[in-house]
């Protein structure tokens, strides 16, 4: 976990320590934030929670599989 300005923001338990393509997960209110995790000043993405929900529906699922 990292803490910035008061926000807590968390890595998935799957994503290893060798440095992939991860990405942190925070609580901002009312929104959830998503960022790259090998660049977390460079600005993040807000979901609402209906967003959040229906994004990792379609990971889950496969849709953004190459």
């Known amino acids: 976990m990292d ?6 923001w968390r ?3 799957r994503s290893g320590s060798s440095g992939g393509e991860c990405v942190e997960v925070a609580r901002l209110g009312a ?4 960022r790259d995790s090998k660049n977390p ?3 993040h993405l807000s979901l ?3 967003q ?4 990792v ?6 849709a ?3």
């Open 57 to 62: 529906s379609q990971i889950k699922q496969g």
């Open 52 to 55: 959040w929900a229906a994004l």
């Open 64 to 66: 953004f599989d190459l």
């Open 11 to 13: 890595k998935s338990s």
């Open 3 to 8: 803490t910035v300005d008061g926000v807590v």
């Open 41 to 43: 000043h460079g600005g």
């Open 48 to 50: 609402e929670h209906d």
């Open 31 to 34: 929104l959830n934030g998503v």
